[in-house]
Nanobody
Framework: EVLLVESGGGLVQAGGSLRVSCAASGFTFDNYVIGWFRHAPGKEREGISCISSSDGSTVYADSMKGRFTISTNSAKNTVYLQMNNLKPEDTAVYHC?????????????????????????WGKGTLVTVSS
């Protein structure tokens, strides 16, 4: 069974940091891209970042660049999203997703329907709450 399980969410004060994880089982990340998305009540979904397991290349949404860092530990089949200088508007459920393709999309297309609906496997998400 293929599973993606997010963890590491929680409550943090504005300006703080949090690292969320995405652990995969039932498949390996070889030749996959892993994306992070977030959903906040009353807001449109957002594509945050993507990492390619093929070449390690990364892509970030402009609004997260410099604050968020995506990384992977192949030995653990886990992808991480390090989030620094968190803001109340970062409050959301954070999901990871995976698709078997060698390359991430360009930063301008992280929010595209094609990228979002093209992801094959999804985790259930982890809630991040940033208090002011």
């Amino acid at each position: 069974e293929v599973l993606l399980v997010e963890s590491g969410g929680g409550l943090v004060q504005a300006g703080g940091s949090l690292r969320v994880s995405c652990a995969a089982s039932g498949f390996t990340f070889d030749n996959y891209v892993i994306g992070w998305f977030r959903h906040a009540p009353g807001k449109e979904r957002e594509g945050i970042s993507c990492i390619s397991s093929s070449d390690g290349s990364t892509v970030y949404a402009d609004s997260m660049k410099g604050r968020f860092t995506i990384s992977t530990n192949s030995a653990k089949n886990t992808v991480y999203l390090q989030m620094n200088n968190l803001k109340p508007e970062d409050t959301a459920v954070y999901h990871c997703a995976a698709e078997r393709t060698p390359s991430c999309p360009g930063p301008g297309t992280l929010n595209s329907d094609a990228f979002y609906y093209g992801m094959r496997y999804w985790g259930k998400g982890t809630l991040v709450t940033v208090s002011s």
